[in-house]
T-cell receptor, first 115, second 114 residues
């Protein structure tokens, strides 16, 4: 069975500091991996996805993530945090070649950005 | 234009009642989903339809019954509501059922059962 673990349910950074949100996955088949962001009282928005092409994936709003098979990780980073980045971030996995697009989500990481 | 819309946004009701949530997407997608987000923000898929055909049916009480009248609409009817049904319900859509396809989410419906 596939699963995703997000280390750190709450992360706080200062404005301008590096953002690092951790995600580790478990999958017996090559995974597709996604990062979604949820702003307060809104739906989820895709930040970026890994679909077995380049291991370093660039997304919207200056975020990027690197797929590391040896570490089964897909951590999300941003060089410089903005106040507007404060939100809940979800890592998700979907099985490669699956007949259905079933996303398995992690438990989320709430990012706070301090002025 | 709203890509994926849900009505109502908030729903407060008593235990035992029956309620429906509606979802519409104008993206031309052929696959739609219902997710449940609990009070701890954990998201779990409930159902998925492709071209009006049910393709994902997770372990959900049969009090929950989805219906897809056409590719652009997916409704969720809940019978005999229980306290544990309180959650935010998200509708999503994608083009195709491929595992790499991005899912587009609606704004959610916050259901509170008293």
């Amino acid at each position: 069975a596939q699963s995703v673990t997000q280390l750190g349910s709450h992360v706080s950074v200062s404005e301008g500091a590096l953002v690092l949100l951790r995600c580790n996955y478990s999958s017996s088949v090559p995974p597709y991996l996604f990062w979604y962001v949820q702003y307060p009282n809104q739906g989820l928005q895709l930040l970026l996805k890994y679909t077995s092409a380049a291991t370093l994936v660039k997304g919207i709003n200056g975020f990027e993530a690197e797929f590391k098979k040896s570490e089964t990780s897909f951590h999300l980073t941003k060089p410089s945090a903005h106040m507007s980045d404060a939100a809940e971030y979800f890592c998700a996995v979907s099985n490669y070649g699956g007949a259905t697009n079933k996303l398995i989500f992690g438990t989320g990481t709430l990012l706070a950005v301090q002025p | 234009d709203t890509a994926v819309s849900q009505t109502p946004k908030y729903l407060v009701t008593q235990m035992g009642n029956d309620k429906s949530i509606k979802c519409e997407q104008n993206l031309g997608h052929d696959t739609m989903y219902w997710y449940k987000q609990d009070s701890k923000k954990f998201l779990k898929i409930m159902f998925s339809y492709n071209n009006k055909e049910l393709i994902i049916n997770e372990t959900v009480p049969n009090r929950f019954s989805p219906k897809s009248p056409d590719k652009a609409h997916l409704n969720l009817h809940i019978n005999s509501l229980e306290l544990g049904d309180s959650a935010v319900y998200f509708c999503a859509s994608s083009q195709g059922t491929g595992s790499y396809n991005e899912q587009f989410f609606g704004p959610g419906t916050r259901l509170t059962v008293l």
